[in-house]
């Protein structure tokens, strides 16, 4: 593939391009669900196809095709600098590609136990346990478990990335994810339900650690506890502790989605929404001089690792908010030039016929210096959320709210019983500047992150360690 590309970026050259990018993307896939102890859904689907971006006077184009020969890729090439072309003559700003560490390497993540080592039926073997193992420890509180999903998917994505001012990245990134639903059932205490992701990049190995017959009976006999123990919440103002689940999903709405630079520059207003930031907003105080939200997709086995992005740029991690300020936002090169900056490598695209734009790799907040059970002993009343059963966040990522699944009572210091669905409801800037304490530990929680029109879901961690929060408004439901 590699004459094709640096056929492409030639041609590209020899027509007027001022920038042109050639990308090989192939994706071998393989996905099995299991819906209440039944195989519902396995499929496999290799994907391959190379993507062609060009500038030409200010306007850019962009097209992909699954035909991989000479001729063809030759008659794409011709129509996305004709679309370039177009754009130019009404593009009310002319597009230019920013300065940024390019990169030249390549990237393979090794693995122990290769994907194609596992059989379709030890795959599901394992599902079935883990689905059997679910059940029993259910009822044996006296809980059903009517509804359960559990899906694994297995991906293996080739790149290669070449670029007109010199960018030549193959990388090869295997990932593995386990996704989850569970619903469990009552007659006298009603529903509740569970949602949880894992996910890396590495082999078979990961799935092996992560023992899903020991995680789904947890998880199962942790939802009938709830379901038959956990005393109702009334609302009050509490000191709260998060659990690293909660802080994940936080970091990614609240800090890494208003962070993109294309957000901000109103891109994404009629697809994903807006920012509550603007572009002076660097240096803007949000939180507390303890709150240091991290962007870093350069984590070993991370779900959203890589070393390079699809415009072949050097990574690094980014902090999106220091020491309780905006420090600095999510750049493509396109993003960096408007802004003056040089591109912090936040362009990504999730299949050979999209195009790479703005995206979050990991999101987290940093660790700090505390025990969770230092976290606990500075409180004299109040409750600690775990993980959370739904979360909700308006467009600008001002607004949000978040329920609690396992949630527990926190009286001088120590963890009493279960509380029943405790709500909170606060804004971005009144949640970060809470924070008087962050937690040592750290862990993640895989996800797909949906952006863009195409949609655009592109494997995401989210994560941190636990943060203890002063004098919430916390609601509650029965």
Same mark, same amino acid.
């Given at each position: 593939?590699?004459?094709?590309?640096?056929?492409?970026?030639?041609?590209? $050259?020899?027509?007027? #391009?001022?920038?042109?990018?050639?990308?090989?993307?192939?994706?071998?896939?393989?996905?099995?669900?299991?819906?209440?102890?039944?195989?519902?859904?396995?499929?496999? %689907?290799?994907?391959?196809?190379?993507?062609?971006? #060009?500038?030409?006077?200010?306007?850019? !184009?962009?097209?992909?095709?699954?035909?991989?020969?000479?001729?063809?890729?030759?008659?794409?090439?011709?129509?996305?600098?004709?679309?370039?072309?177009?754009?130019?003559?009404?593009?009310?700003?002319?597009?230019?590609?920013?300065?940024? &560490?390019?990169?030249?390497?390549?990237?393979?993540?090794?693995?122990?136990?290769?994907?194609?080592?596992?059989?379709?039926? $030890? +795959?599901?073997?394992?599902?079935?346990?883990?689905? /059997?193992?679910?059940?029993?420890?259910?009822?044996?509180?006296?809980?059903?478990?009517?509804?359960?999903?559990?899906?694994?998917?297995?991906?293996?994505?080739?790149?290669?990335?070449?670029?007109?001012?010199?960018?030549?990245?193959?990388?090869?990134?295997?990932?593995?994810?386990?996704?989850?639903?569970?619903?469990?059932?009552?007659?006298?205490? !009603?529903?509740?339900?569970?949602?949880?992701?894992?996910?890396?990049? /590495? !082999?078979?190995?990961? =799935?092996?650690?992560?023992?899903?017959?020991?995680?789904?009976?947890?998880?199962?006999?942790?939802?009938?506890?709830?379901?038959?123990?956990?005393?109702?919440?009334?609302?009050?103002?509490?000191?709260?502790?998060?659990?690293?689940?909660?802080?994940?999903?936080?970091?990614?709405? /609240?800090?890494?989605?208003?962070?993109?630079?294309?957000?901000?520059?109103?891109?994404?207003?009629?697809?994903?929404?807006?920012?509550?930031?603007?572009?002076?907003?660097? @240096?803007?105080?949000?939180?507390?001089?303890?709150?240091? =939200?991290?962007?870093?997709?350069?984590?070993?086995?991370?779900?959203?690792?890589?070393?390079?992005? %699809?415009?072949?740029?050097?990574?690094?991690?980014?902090?999106?908010?220091?020491? !309780?300020?905006?420090?600095?936002?999510?750049?493509? +090169?396109?993003?960096?030039?408007?802004?003056?900056?040089?591109?912090?490598?936040?362009?990504?695209?999730?299949?050979?016929?999209?195009?790479?734009?703005?995206?979050?790799?990991?999101?987290?907040?940093?660790?700090?210096?505390?025990?969770?059970? &230092?976290?606990?002993?500075?409180?004299?009343? @109040?409750?600690?959320?775990?993980?959370?059963?739904?979360?909700?966040?308006?467009?600008?990522?001002?607004?949000?709210?978040?329920?609690?699944?396992?949630?527990?009572?926190?009286?001088? @210091?120590?963890?009493?019983?279960?509380?029943?669905?405790?709500?909170?409801?606060?804004?971005?800037?009144?949640?970060?500047?809470?924070?008087?304490?962050? @937690?040592?530990?750290? &862990?993640?929680?895989?996800? /797909?992150?949906?952006?863009?029109?195409?949609?655009?879901?592109?494997?995401?961690?989210?994560?941190?360690?636990?943060?203890?929060?002063?004098?919430?408004?916390?609601?509650?439901?029965?």
């Amino acid at each position: 593939m590699e004459d094709y590309l640096e056929m492409i970026i030639d041609t590209a $050259s020899k027509n007027c #391009a001022e920038y042109s990018e050639a990308r090989y993307q192939s994706d071998t896939y393989e996905s099995i669900l299991l819906k209440n102890g039944t195989p519902e859904i396995t499929t496999f %689907d290799v994907r391959r196809g190379i993507a062609i971006r #060009a500038l030409v006077d200010g306007g850019l !184009g962009f097209g992909a095709t699954n035909i991989l020969t000479k001729r063809d890729l030759k008659t794409l090439l011709s129509r996305v600098l004709r679309l370039a072309k177009a754009s130019s003559r009404i593009v009310k700003t002319p597009i230019s590609m920013g300065q940024a &560490e390019i990169g030249r390497g390549t990237v393979e993540v090794k693995t122990r136990i290769a994907f194609d080592a596992v059989s379709t039926e $030890s +795959r599901l073997d394992l599902l079935k346990e883990a689905d /059997s193992a679910g059940v029993e420890s259910a009822e044996a509180i006296g809980v059903k478990l009517p509804g359960r999903y559990i899906s694994l998917d297995t991906l293996v994505t080739e790149k290669l990335v070449m670029t007109s001012d010199g960018a030549r990245v193959h990388s090869t990134i295997p990932k593995v994810t386990v996704d989850a639903f569970l619903t469990a059932f009552e007659p006298q205490k !009603g529903t509740v339900q569970r949602m949880f992701s894992l996910g890396e990049s /590495s !082999g078979w190995e990961s =799935v092996e650690k992560w023992n899903l017959p020991e995680r789904i009976k947890k998880e199962a006999r942790i939802l009938a506890n709830i379901l038959t123990s956990a005393n109702p919440m009334k609302g009050e103002r509490l000191d709260v502790v998060l659990g690293p689940e909660v802080v994940g999903i936080i970091s990614h709405e /609240s800090s890494g989605h208003p962070g993109e630079a294309d957000r901000v520059l109103g891109r994404e207003a009629a697809q994903a929404g807006e920012t509550y930031l603007s572009r002076d907003s660097i @240096g803007m105080k949000v939180g507390s001089d303890v709150v240091n =939200v991290v962007e870093d997709p350069t984590i070993p086995r991370s779900f959203g690792y890589y070393l390079y992005d %699809d415009e072949g740029v050097k990574a690094r991690r980014r902090y999106l908010i220091k020491q !309780g300020r905006i420090n600095e936002f999510l750049h493509n +090169r396109e993003t960096a030039h408007v802004f003056g900056v040089s591109s912090n490598a936040s362009s990504r695209s999730v299949a050979y016929n999209r195009e790479p734009i703005v995206r979050m790799a990991n999101t987290f907040v940093e660790p700090g210096d505390h025990k969770l059970e &230092e976290l606990l002993e500075g409180i004299e009343n @109040g409750i600690y959320v775990k993980n959370f059963m739904e979360w909700n966040i308006d467009d600008r990522r001002f607004n949000q709210k978040y329920v609690g699944l396992e949630a527990y009572r926190i009286e001088k @210091g120590r963890l009493k019983g279960l509380l029943r669905n405790p709500i909170i409801e606060i804004t971005t800037p009144g949640l970060w500047s809470a924070v008087d304490a962050v @937690g040592r530990d750290i &862990e993640f929680s895989a996800a /797909s992150c949906g952006k863009g029109d195409p949609m655009q879901g592109i494997p995401v961690w989210t994560g941190g360690p636990h943060i203890r929060l002063r004098n919430v408004a916390i609601g509650g439901i029965s």
